[in-house]
């Protein structure tokens, strides 16, 4: 059984830094791109950093580049998200996301976690 478990929201002021954890268990976590979206009231879910299994290649959304940096630790199949300098518009429920082969497509999701920020 396919699991990706969110954990690490919460409230912060702005400045502050989280880190999110994802843990992923029920699949061959060194052989997944892993990715975290984020999802603000009545937004769409959008991409905020990934990373390729194959070549380690990372991306990240504009408004993050600098203040957060995506991380993967095979061993503890986790998946992290350090988040700086946070921001109130960073405010959002944040979802880590699997995906076999590099494209637009992502097979596993988890169920998020809640990032307030507050100025």
């Known amino acids: 059984q396919v699991q990706l478990v969110e954990s690490g929201g919460g409230l912060v002021q702005a400045g502050g830094s989280l880190r999110l954890s994802c843990a992923a268990s029920?699949?061959?976590?060194?052989?997944?791109?892993m990715a975290w979206f984020r999802q603000a009231p009545g937004k769409e879910r959008d991409i905020v950093a990934a990373t390729s299994w194959s070549d380690y290649i990372t991306y990240y959304t504009d408004s993050v580049k600098g203040r957060f940096t995506i991380s993967t630790d095979n061993a503890k199949n986790t998946v992290y998200l350090q988040m700086n300098s946070l921001k109130p518009e960073d405010t959002a429920v944040y979802y880590c996301?699997?995906?076999?082969?590099?494209?637009?497509?992502?097979?596993?999701w988890g169920q998020g976690t809640q990032v307030t920020v507050t100025s």
């Open positions: 029920g699949f061959t976590f060194g052989r997944y791109g």
């Open positions: 996301a699997a995906q076999k082969a590099r494209g637009n497509t992502y097979d596993y």
